[in-house]
């Protein structure tokens, strides 16, 4: 499958990578996101085109927004075969796994999901409250309830002030007095 088009109103001209990362953030912010997608896809080919150097390199964010919007237009398989090509010039990337771990989501992959959210978490554990979010429900989902929790935990290290993990996790006094401890608040809020 072949993931990076042409786009039918470039030239050579203004194919250069700059140019591309701009038109790509551009079209992103404005909402055409088919648009944005074929100039992120662009900017990638021009980087894989210009050989292996870090200098030619797409940056990590260029390939996360790319498999982020595939993913939201519901083409997700390419987002997550994008994402695998981001991974062997980025292994280390947790943007790019975030980016992938949405993806599997789209496509209800639930343990690809939770393996790439757990990755970015684990490369870069302040990720945003979002992260661990999508992560706690896929595991509550799950019944691993345990991980549920402890994912949490580490989440507030990082997002104190969340009150989504607050609630979730029972953390306020009341609910804690109420429901006697973090498990049986997590069963009792995610199953009633």
């Known amino acids: 499958m072949k993931l990076v088009q042409s786009h039918p109103h470039s030239t050579t001209a203004h194919s250069s990578q700059e140019w591309l990362t701009t038109e790509a953030v551009a079209k992103h912010k404005a909402g055409d996101l088919v648009a944005a997608i074929d100039y ?5 080919a021009i980087a894989q085109r210009g050989g292996r150097s870090i200098a030619n390199q797409a940056p990590d964010w260029i390939y996360g927004n790319a498999i982020t919007l595939l993913a939201k237009v519901d083409r997700f398989d390419e ?13 280390t ?12 989501g789209k496509k209800q992959d639930d343990e690809q ?55 979730y996790l029972g953390s306020k006094p009341w609910l804690l007095r109420k429901n006697g401890n973090r498990r049986s608040l997590l069963i009792f809020v995610l199953w009633s």
């Open 93 to 104: 990337s947790d943007e790019i796994y975030r980016a992938i771990g949405i993806a599997a």
């Open 113 to 167: 999901s939770i393996n790439c959210f757990s990755q970015a978490i684990k490369l870069n554990p302040e990720q945003p409250v979002w992260v661990y979010y999508h992560l706690i429900e896929l595991l509550t989902k799950k019944r691993a309830l345990d991980q549920a929790i402890a994912i949490g935990n580490q989440g507030l290290q990082f997002n104190p002030d969340s009150h989504w993990l607050h609630y």
């Open 40 to 44: 992120y896809l662009q900017v990638i």
């Open 79 to 91: 987002g997550i075969e994008l994402g695998q090509q981001a991974l062997a010039e980025y292994p």
